[in-house]
Each structure stands twice: as structure tokens, then as C-alpha cells.
């Protein structure tokens, strides 16, 4: 498969890498975007990267502290062709390299990218070149027509054994310090629920037609849909950590895209899709921060397993990276 | 005190009464504004009275099902002059006239109006002339300077006393109809966090300095922010209720809002300010229908028990109109 990239464009003065601001407590923390995942559980032949672009408001405040919509989209070839049999590479802004050739092979078929910045485009790029079986699409998740688009060449991409997984991860926490309390914008609130709430429906409705398509194929196991959310968006533990992070915008947001998870859950439930939402811990990312307690690679194992032992009876859930069933 | 209406204009051809989409289970119905408050439990002296304009959507669609905001504020004044002891009428669309003046004078001085559709603010503009210590500020909710303006003219009519409860009850669901599971655009859930998420933050944010002028007087007992939440805002409760009523949207942001009053809560509580989610239950109104099983009279007498009985202990909680812990 050639590679593709429409759209992208190598950073400019105007499009910077974006600091993320982080909460913090024993283990929990605001942060998006962190989760790798490098596995077998499927025959993923190959994946889509997303990425959005990022801007400044006219407050030159970052409006957006999470630059992609991180979309997985790993599709399901029961009979791949030789030269998809080589591994998808899937990594962060942070260490966006491709792991050395011997473990690529000896891992072979699957691993999952995420890109969080625009400004990494050029990196991607390269990396793309690299490895045949990585596709770009550009995607912008406050713009409808762009995931129509995407949405419609992800179907063509993925054939006819459809998408088996699909990770909405996008993420952004428009506030300016960790103490802001009352002091946000209707529009901060505006912009996170759009993202992080709206995105993932709207991701997941344009791509219902090739969901549907893998989950009416039992050889492919499983279809899921993982809505990346936060601890923050438990309404229950707010009492307990809200002083480590007020966020309103990004509490509100988040809380809206478990209720979105649980919606989503009922709407696929009669195809078989299971739809969650996943708290992927605090994570030594760029926007975890080095005190992180978890590294990317213990965070997506877990994760993984979470998502590995998934079933039907799980859909609708609000699990944390260990497991845990989180309180709404 | 002289009634006053600010920019209130009769119905026209293009304003139409809105009827509203409600969803039910036993005992469970989306529904807004629909709780009466009369008693005595405040020495409530005048009442506020907002309301929103109507409009249809570029579909041809109610874009707005319940049209107003009812912002119920009621000042605390300790020696209230004589002409304030005068009861304040509270009234809904549907029976939207005075009860009789014996009964006025025998409950005096607490009643509590809710208005929900611009149609009727002529009719409220008669009942604010019969009744002095009314007084109606025209509010939009979606309109932020709008809020400021209202909150400014509430800052100078609350006076010293300041303001010892706001209920935010604004409430729309921008569904077509009650199966309509994705079929919403991304616009109709922007709407519902709009007014149902942001609406009562704003409100609370603008009226944050009156609200805390009544905290300080430990004369006036108890100051209480109220979210008119449902018990569609409960996730947990997705999985038994989703089939009764899908409405997306209007659960996103009555999620989004139980988040939004926890948060709340956690900002007020040094204030002494209590802030609460409150389901009123499924009542007989225009927008609940003659099937529901709570009169409006005994919506009320529940929801001020409720009410009554909080404590600073309560902040931050969600709870029925029959003083059930609703799960989040």
C-alpha cells in the first residue's frame, strides 16, 4: 500500500509544540494521547494516523494542548498479503522513531501510532515512507465534512473486513493553569466538549458503516470502540480530587463523553461493538511529565489487556487502565 | 417596588407555544420546568422572572423545546418593608394565573413563577401589574452578556440581603423525536450544552457576588444554588432507561451539568454556599403531560422538602425530588 499524506504540512513559526498542562495525584492525572499499543490481539495490517492542526486563540492562549485526534483504526485482513504482514508503527511525539528492525519483525504484525502534534508532521512523514503500510489522513475533529472525508477513505482502506478497532483519543484542556476554577471562557468549555466529546460520536457514527462490517465478520473477534477519558471525568471523585485540578471545561467535557460512551454502548449493542471509556493512567509522556509513575509501555500493556479481555457484558463500561471499574 | 419589563414583546405568527418531547418509565420522564415553590421556608419577598425568546431551527424544527430560563431568585430581606410582605405569584404556562387573593394572604409571603415560553409574557406582564414585588428581567441564557446584564440588575434589587437561592432551570431538548438514537446533529448537542451545561454556570458565575452577600448573613439560614437536572443525566442508569428515551444530547449535558454541580459545589463550599443536581420527577405540565404521576403541587412539596433539608453536607450531590441519592 503506498503511502499517503493529504494535507499535511511541515510546522511554521505559527504552529508550535504545545506544552500540556497536567494534574496531579497518587496516580491520577489529566492527560490524553499517552497510550501505545503494540500487540497481537489482532491482525492489524495497518493503521490511519490522524492529525490536527494547532492554533493559538486570540487571547494567545493555546487552545489546544492536545494536537491530534489520535484515531486507531486497525483493520482486520484475515489473509493479508505479504507486504502487509509487516508491522504498523505507532509512537508519541516524545519518541517518535520506529523501534529497531529486529524487534519490528520479531513483533510482527501489529503496533499502534499515535501523533499529537502537527509540528511532527515531517516526522511522520519520514516515518511513513519507512513503512508502506502506514496510511495518513488528515482529520480535524471540530470539522464535520473533514471526518466525513476520512471517514469515507478509511472505508475504502479497510476493505471489506471492515475496522475492528477504533480509539477516539483525541483530547484537549483549554484552561490556563491548574487553579482556574471559575475563571474559564464559555468558549473554553465550548472548545473541550467539541473535542472531547463531540469528537469520538461523531467519529464513530461517520465510521459505523465499516464498524459494522468487522463485527458482522466472527472472524475478527472482536469490534470496539475505546473513548479515551480521565478520572477527571468521574463525577463521584471530584470531592476527593478536585483541589489537584479544577478544569471545569475538561471535567464537564469528560463526564459528557462518559455519558456519550454509555449512549454509544446501547446504539451497538444489537451489532455487537462494544463501546467503553478508558482512564490510560498517568503516563511519562510529554504531557504526563517525567513523575508520571507509569511508562508508556507498562500504560499500554495494561491497557491492552483491559481491551484484550473486553466482551459484549463490558460494553457500556468506564474502566481504568489496571482494570478497575471507575465510578461515573 | 414598580414592575418592570425590559424588552418583553407579545407572540407573533413566528413565536409559537413549543410542546415539548418527553420520554418515560415508570416514575422516569425527561422533563423541564416544572417545579412550583410555595412556602414560607425563605422570607422570599420578590421574585425574578427571566425568559427566553423562541425561534425555530433552519429545518423547520423547535430548536428549543423549553423556552425559557427560569431563574428563580429570591432575596432574603430581614425586615422586609410592608409593601414586600405581599406574596410573590409563581406560576407555568398551562395555569398561568394568580391564585385566589384569600389564599395569597393566607400563604404569604412565598410563591415562585416559572415561565416557560415567550408566548406568554404578556399574560406574565399582567400578573407582574397585579402584584408590585414582582419583577421580570428579560434573560437569554445563550446570550453571556445577557447575564451579566440580568445578574447586575438582580446585584441592585437583591440588595444587602443578597440572593439565598437560584434555581437553574433553563432546560432544552433539541431532539425531533424520542427514537432518535444518532440521528442528531452535531449543532443539537452543542445547543443542549449550551443551555443546559453552561447556562446555569454562567448564571451562578454572574450572580457569584450576591449569592455570597446572603452567605454572609448568617440571618438567612441557608444559600442554596439548584441544577434542574434528570434522571437521564445519570449514567448508571443508561443501560435501564436508554430504550424509554435515547436523546443524546440532552444527556450529554445533564451529565455534563451533574458534573458542572459538583465542581460548583467545591468552588462554593468555603462560602457556606450549597449547590445540588435535583431531579423534580415526571410532572403533570405541558411538557410532562397528563400521563405523569406527580401533580405539580406535589413536585413542589417534595422538591422543598428536599430543599428544606440540605445541608453543607449535601453540596455537591444529585438527589430526587423525593430525597433519593440518585447514582451519577
Redesign the interface.
Known amino acids: 500500500m503506498a503511502v499517503k499524506c493529504s494535507g499535511m504540512a511541515p510546522p511554521t513559526s505559527s504552529r508550535q509544540p504545545i506544552t500540556g498542562h497536567a494534574t496531579g495525584e497518587g496516580g491520577y492525572r489529566v492527560q490524553e494521547g499517552c497510550v501505545y499499543i503494540y500487540t497481537q490481539i489482532w491482525s492489524w495490517t495497518f493503521v490511519r494516523i490522524t492529525s490536527l492542526s494547532v492554533s493559538r486563540s486570540p487571547l494567545g492562549r493555546w487552545t489546544r494542548e492536545d494536537s491530534l485526534l489520535e484515531m486507531w483504526m486497525l483493520p482486520h485482513h484475515p489473509s493479508p498479503p505479504p507486504h502487509h504482514s509487516k508491522p504498523c508503527i505507532v509512537c508519541e511525539p516524545a519518541n517518535l522513531k520506529p523501534p529497531p528492525a529486529s524487534s519490528l519483525l520479531k513483533s510482527s504484525p501489529a503496533f499502534l501510532l499515535s501523533i499529537r502534534a502537527w509540528c511532527h508532521s515531517e516526522e511522520l512523514q519520514n516515518l511513513a515512507h519507512q513503512y508502506p503500510n502506514i496510511e495518513i489522513i488528515k482529520l480535524d475533529v471540530e470539522d464535520?465534512s473533514s471526518i466525513e472525508t476520512a471517514a469515507k477513505k478509511a472505508d475504502e482502506l479497510c476493505g471489506k473486513g471492515g475496522l475492528n478497532l477504533l480509539v477516539n483519543n483525541a483530547g484537549v484542556n483549554p484552561m490556563d493553569s491548574l487553579k482556574s476554577?471559575?475563571h474559564f471562557q464559555?468558549s473554553d468549555?465550548?472548545l473541550a466538549?467539541?473535542i472531547n466529546?463531540?469528537g469520538p460520536?461523531?467519529m464513530t457514527?461517520a465510521l459505523?458503516p465499516v464498524l459494522r462490517r468487522s463485527a458482522k465478520m466472527t472472524s475478527n473477534g472482536k469490534t470496539i470502540v475505546v473513548n479515551i477519558s480521565s478520572t477527571a471525568?468521574?463525577?463521584?471523585h471530584?470531592?476527593s480530587n478536585?483541589?489537584l485540578g479544577?478544569l471545569?471545561p475538561y471535567?464537564?467535557?469528560?463526564?459528557?463523553l462518559?455519558?456519550?460512551s454509555?449512549?454509544m454502548?446501547?446504539?451497538l449493542r444489537a451489532d455487537g461493538i462494544i463501546c467503553f471509556s478508558l482512564h490510560p493512567g498517568w503516563v511519562r509522556t510529554d504531557m504526563g511529565g517525567q513523575k508520571a509513575p507509569l511508562s508508556v509501555q507498562e500504560s499500554v500493556a495494561s491497557c491492552l489487556k483491559v481491551i484484550k479481555n473486553l466482551t459484549i457484558q463490558d460494553t457500556?463500561s468506564?474502566l481504568s487502565y489496571d482494570g478497575e471499574v471507575l465510578?461515573?
Do not use: D, H
Open positions: 464535520w476554577g471559575f464559555p468549555m465550548e466538549v467539541r466529546t463531540l460520536i461523531q457514527k459505523l471525568g468521574s463525577i463521584k471530584v470531592a478536585y483541589k479544577n471545569i471535567r464537564v467535557s469528560k463526564a459528557g462518559n455519558m456519550a454509555a449512549c454502548a446501547e446504539e457500556g468506564f465510578p461515573w
